[in-house]
């Protein structure tokens, strides 16, 4: 059962967040052969052992993979030559989905205190990087988030599960904007249900899995109201449809991949480069 993904496009490759088996598995791009490169040592809190893996993120600098090790409530590193073992980087956290921004620094969202804390390089102590102010629907507060995105200017933004909404926070801001929600529009059909995976192009139109009913919507740049991308056929296995779609991600080459959860699959959808 995929959820995280991260497109390594210098490497060719696809790592995914392996929820099910407790590791994280990597493929090169059009092979159909995958190979395990962290975990996989079955269900367990040792340094060799994932436990409900929700994301990946790969950090060129370490040559290392970063995984959000989510029913252990740690964030490990696990190396790209020593395959056999982690180091914990963060401890008794509530991690569910992360990023990184160009400087590397490392954004983790807890769903367990409603809350994004960013850890600089060297950091020990993170800081909040949106949320913090209690469970809740208002601007400055967060409900339940999942999976995080941040932009090359340092915009977070976050899906929230039980606001049904995905929340744009500035630099240093001490409340979201609403960008994307069921509230947006009048029609049913381009409204969230239950938002995980997010991704923000360079022009602001903002991608969103919207697990609830199994389609991804995007969002343009200042608009009201979303369209779908792909899926919104009902829940099933068919290749135009998903059954509870968690992360996404684009390639270069605007590719879009899909971590369709329980048909445990990955899909690859061509979106118009107009």
Known sequence: ???????????????????????????????????????GNGAGDQINQLNKRSDVIVDKKTNSLIICDQGNGRVVRWSGENKQNGKILISNISCLGFTTDRNGDLYVSAPGSNEVKRWKTGEKEGTI???????????????FLTFIFVDEIYSLYVSELYNHRVTKWLKDAKEGIIVASERCGENSSTQLHYPQGVFANHLGDVYVADTGYHRIMCWPSGSEEGHIVVGGNGKGYQSNQFNYPRGIAFDRQNNLYVADFFNSRIQRFDIDKS
């Not at 995914?16 to 975990?39: E, L, P, T």
């Not at 990087?129 to 409900?143: P, R, T, V």
């Open 129 to 143: 990087g949106a949320g913090g102010n209690e469970q809740g629907y208002q601007l400055n507060q967060l409900n």
């Open 1 to 39: 059962m995929p959820s995280g993904i991260y497109i390594e496009n210098d490497s060719q490759c696809i790592n995914v967040a392996d929820h099910s088996k407790h590791r994280i598995v990597q493929w090169n791009f059009g092979s159909k052969n995958w190979h395990v490169v962290a975990g």
